[in-house]
Protein backbone atom coordinates (compact mmCIF):
# COMPACT_ATOMS: atom_id res chain seq x y z
CA UNK A 1 0.00 0.00 0.00
CA UNK A 2 0.78 3.62 -0.46
CA UNK A 3 2.93 5.54 2.53
CA UNK A 4 4.16 8.11 2.89
CA UNK A 5 7.02 9.41 5.53
CA UNK A 6 7.72 12.66 7.00
CA UNK A 7 9.59 13.25 10.15
CA UNK A 8 7.22 13.21 13.05
CA UNK A 9 10.38 15.53 15.22
CA UNK A 10 10.42 19.45 15.40
CA UNK A 11 12.69 20.81 13.62
CA UNK A 12 13.92 24.12 15.25
CA UNK A 13 15.94 26.65 13.20
CA UNK A 14 17.40 30.00 13.63
CA UNK A 15 15.52 32.73 11.83
CA UNK A 16 17.27 33.89 8.76
CA UNK A 17 18.54 29.96 8.28
CA UNK A 18 17.16 28.12 5.43
CA UNK A 19 14.63 25.41 6.48
CA UNK A 20 14.62 21.55 4.67
CA UNK A 21 11.86 19.59 5.22
CA UNK A 22 11.75 16.17 4.00
CA UNK A 23 8.65 13.89 2.42
CA UNK A 24 9.50 10.26 1.20
CA UNK A 25 7.18 7.51 -0.55
CA UNK A 26 7.14 4.15 -1.67
CA UNK A 27 4.87 1.94 -3.53
CA UNK A 28 3.91 4.34 -5.90
CA UNK A 29 5.01 6.85 -8.66
CA UNK A 30 2.34 9.87 -8.35
CA UNK A 31 2.25 12.58 -11.05
CA UNK A 32 2.38 15.31 -8.90
CA UNK A 33 2.86 15.91 -5.23
CA UNK A 34 1.66 18.93 -2.75
CA UNK A 35 2.83 20.70 0.47
CA UNK A 36 0.52 22.41 2.85
CA UNK A 37 1.00 24.59 6.07
CA UNK A 38 -1.06 23.85 9.04
CA UNK A 39 -1.38 26.17 11.51
CA UNK A 40 -2.97 25.06 15.14
CA UNK A 41 -6.55 24.63 14.92
CA UNK A 42 -6.79 25.13 11.52
CA UNK A 43 -7.33 23.93 8.58
CA UNK A 44 -4.25 22.71 6.02
CA UNK A 45 -3.55 25.51 3.10
CA UNK A 46 -2.18 24.69 0.07
CA UNK A 47 1.58 26.06 -1.05
CA UNK A 48 2.79 24.43 -3.45
CA UNK A 49 2.79 21.70 -6.41
CA UNK A 50 5.40 19.99 -8.41
CA UNK A 51 4.95 17.14 -11.36
CA UNK A 52 6.92 14.31 -11.95
CA UNK A 53 8.65 16.21 -14.95
CA UNK A 54 9.39 19.17 -12.82
CA UNK A 55 12.84 18.79 -10.45
CA UNK A 56 12.22 22.08 -8.93
CA UNK A 57 9.39 24.51 -8.36
CA UNK A 58 9.75 28.00 -6.34
CA UNK A 59 7.44 30.73 -5.15
CA UNK A 60 9.06 33.33 -3.05
CA UNK A 61 11.02 31.92 -0.75
CA UNK A 62 9.82 28.14 -1.08
CA UNK A 63 11.18 25.89 -2.98
CA UNK A 64 9.91 22.15 -3.87
CA UNK A 65 11.77 19.61 -5.34
CA UNK A 66 11.08 16.31 -6.51
CA UNK A 67 13.31 13.11 -7.28
CA UNK A 68 11.33 10.31 -8.67
CA UNK A 69 14.21 7.85 -8.38
CA UNK A 70 14.86 8.57 -4.48
CA UNK A 71 11.06 8.72 -3.96
CA UNK A 72 11.52 11.81 -2.26
CA UNK A 73 10.22 15.38 -2.25
CA UNK A 74 12.20 18.28 -0.31
CA UNK A 75 10.63 21.59 0.92
CA UNK A 76 13.17 24.09 1.73
CA UNK A 77 12.00 27.79 2.80
CA UNK A 78 14.76 30.40 2.62
CA UNK A 79 15.51 33.56 4.94
CA UNK A 80 12.82 31.86 7.38
CA UNK A 81 10.50 33.78 9.88
CA UNK A 82 9.27 33.26 13.05
CA UNK A 83 6.13 33.69 11.20
CA UNK A 84 6.90 30.20 9.10
CA UNK A 85 6.35 28.15 12.68
CA UNK A 86 3.94 25.62 11.52
CA UNK A 87 3.33 21.67 10.30
CA UNK A 88 3.71 21.31 6.75
CA UNK A 89 2.56 18.46 5.02
CA UNK A 90 3.11 16.98 2.10
CA UNK A 91 0.38 14.96 -0.21
CA UNK A 92 0.52 13.09 -3.04
CA UNK A 93 -2.27 11.66 -5.39
CA UNK A 94 -3.69 8.38 -4.20
CA UNK A 95 -2.56 5.17 -6.59
CA UNK A 96 -6.52 4.35 -7.08
CA UNK A 97 -7.86 7.87 -8.11
CA UNK A 98 -6.16 11.08 -9.26
CA UNK A 99 -8.20 13.30 -7.50
CA UNK A 100 -7.83 12.03 -4.15
CA UNK A 101 -5.02 12.77 -1.97
CA UNK A 102 -2.90 10.60 0.34
CA UNK A 103 -1.30 13.28 3.22
CA UNK A 104 2.16 12.34 5.30
CA UNK A 105 1.47 12.97 8.69
CA UNK A 106 3.48 16.54 8.75
CA UNK A 107 6.58 17.93 10.67
CA UNK A 108 6.50 20.69 12.91
CA UNK A 109 8.55 23.61 12.07
CA UNK A 110 9.69 26.20 14.94
CA UNK A 111 11.52 29.04 13.89
CA UNK A 112 13.62 30.99 16.89
CA UNK A 113 13.49 34.77 16.58
CA UNK B 1 -15.19 34.43 -3.42
CA UNK B 2 -15.62 32.94 0.27
CA UNK B 3 -13.35 29.98 1.20
CA UNK B 4 -14.79 26.82 2.50
CA UNK B 5 -16.82 27.11 6.41
CA UNK B 6 -17.73 24.20 8.24
CA UNK B 7 -20.35 24.22 11.58
CA UNK B 8 -20.29 24.56 14.21
CA UNK B 9 -16.65 25.54 15.12
CA UNK B 10 -16.70 23.51 18.21
CA UNK B 11 -19.39 20.69 19.56
CA UNK B 12 -18.89 19.27 22.88
CA UNK B 13 -21.84 16.17 23.02
CA UNK B 14 -22.64 13.55 25.48
CA UNK B 15 -21.18 10.06 24.83
CA UNK B 16 -24.43 7.98 22.72
CA UNK B 17 -25.76 10.93 21.37
CA UNK B 18 -26.22 12.12 17.61
CA UNK B 19 -24.08 15.01 16.02
CA UNK B 20 -24.31 16.33 12.59
CA UNK B 21 -21.53 18.33 10.91
CA UNK B 22 -21.88 20.80 8.38
CA UNK B 23 -19.90 21.60 5.34
CA UNK B 24 -20.17 24.52 2.70
CA UNK B 25 -17.41 24.23 -0.12
CA UNK B 26 -16.54 26.32 -2.54
CA UNK B 27 -18.86 27.23 -5.06
CA UNK B 28 -18.19 25.12 -8.15
CA UNK B 29 -16.45 23.00 -6.68
CA UNK B 30 -17.38 19.67 -7.95
CA UNK B 31 -14.88 17.38 -5.08
CA UNK B 32 -15.73 17.54 -1.32
CA UNK B 33 -13.53 15.81 1.27
CA UNK B 34 -14.01 14.61 4.84
CA UNK B 35 -11.10 14.10 6.96
CA UNK B 36 -10.61 13.55 10.77
CA UNK B 37 -7.46 14.31 12.23
CA UNK B 38 -7.17 13.12 16.15
CA UNK B 39 -4.70 15.23 18.22
CA UNK B 40 -1.20 15.81 16.62
CA UNK B 41 -1.94 13.60 14.39
CA UNK B 42 -2.28 13.46 10.93
CA UNK B 43 -5.38 13.84 8.23
CA UNK B 44 -7.56 10.80 8.13
CA UNK B 45 -9.56 10.41 5.01
CA UNK B 46 -12.93 9.26 5.42
CA UNK B 47 -15.38 9.88 2.54
CA UNK B 48 -14.84 11.43 -1.23
CA UNK B 49 -18.09 13.29 -2.77
CA UNK B 50 -18.12 14.21 -6.98
CA UNK B 51 -20.96 15.92 -7.23
CA UNK B 52 -24.08 14.33 -5.22
CA UNK B 53 -22.32 11.20 -5.28
CA UNK B 54 -19.99 8.85 -2.70
CA UNK B 55 -17.80 7.00 -5.18
CA UNK B 56 -15.30 6.61 -2.31
CA UNK B 57 -16.45 5.61 1.27
CA UNK B 58 -13.70 3.51 2.04
CA UNK B 59 -12.26 5.37 5.13
CA UNK B 60 -15.32 5.88 7.05
CA UNK B 61 -14.33 4.28 10.54
CA UNK B 62 -17.75 2.55 11.29
CA UNK B 63 -21.58 2.51 10.12
CA UNK B 64 -22.05 4.46 12.53
CA UNK B 65 -20.54 7.22 10.11
CA UNK B 66 -22.40 8.25 7.22
CA UNK B 67 -22.79 11.67 5.02
CA UNK B 68 -24.64 12.77 2.26
CA UNK B 69 -24.02 16.14 0.05
CA UNK B 70 -27.23 17.62 -1.88
CA UNK B 71 -27.45 20.25 -5.01
CA UNK B 72 -23.47 19.57 -5.08
CA UNK B 73 -22.95 21.73 -2.96
CA UNK B 74 -23.93 21.82 1.09
CA UNK B 75 -22.95 18.68 2.93
CA UNK B 76 -23.32 17.01 5.98
CA UNK B 77 -21.07 14.57 8.09
CA UNK B 78 -23.45 12.89 10.56
CA UNK B 79 -22.11 10.33 14.08
CA UNK B 80 -24.15 8.02 15.59
CA UNK B 81 -24.05 6.73 19.39
CA UNK B 82 -21.44 9.12 19.54
CA UNK B 83 -18.25 7.63 21.43
CA UNK B 84 -15.03 9.30 23.38
CA UNK B 85 -13.33 7.49 20.65
CA UNK B 86 -14.69 9.99 18.13
CA UNK B 87 -13.27 12.85 19.48
CA UNK B 88 -10.84 14.53 16.95
CA UNK B 89 -11.43 17.91 14.26
CA UNK B 90 -13.29 16.99 11.53
CA UNK B 91 -12.01 18.88 8.51
CA UNK B 92 -13.31 19.58 5.06
CA UNK B 93 -12.25 19.81 1.82
CA UNK B 94 -13.31 21.19 -1.69
CA UNK B 95 -12.00 20.99 -5.39
CA UNK B 96 -12.12 21.85 -8.72
CA UNK B 97 -12.28 18.24 -10.98
CA UNK B 98 -9.24 19.37 -12.68
CA UNK B 99 -6.19 18.75 -12.36
CA UNK B 100 -3.83 19.58 -9.98
CA UNK B 101 -6.99 19.04 -7.45
CA UNK B 102 -5.29 21.03 -5.17
CA UNK B 103 -7.79 21.29 -2.14
CA UNK B 104 -8.93 23.62 -0.01
CA UNK B 105 -9.54 23.46 3.35
CA UNK B 106 -12.04 24.52 5.96
CA UNK B 107 -11.15 25.61 9.47
CA UNK B 108 -12.75 22.05 10.65
CA UNK B 109 -15.26 21.16 13.62
CA UNK B 110 -13.48 20.39 16.98
CA UNK B 111 -15.61 17.18 17.98
CA UNK B 112 -15.57 16.58 21.69
CA UNK B 113 -17.01 13.20 23.16
CA UNK B 114 -17.72 13.08 27.17
Known amino acids: SQKIEQNSEALNIQEGKTATLTCNYT??????LQWYRQDPGRGPVFLLLIRENEKEKRKERLKVTFDTTLKQSLFHITASQPADSATYLCALERMDSSYKLIFGSGTRLLVRP | GAGVSQSPSNKVTEKGKDVELRCDPI?????LYWYRQRLGQGLEFLIYFQGNSAPDKSGLPSDRFSAERTGESVSTLTIQRTQQEDSAVYLCASSSFQVPYEQYFGPGTRLTVT
Open chain 1, 27 to 32: NYSPAY
Open chain 2, 27 to 31: SGHTA
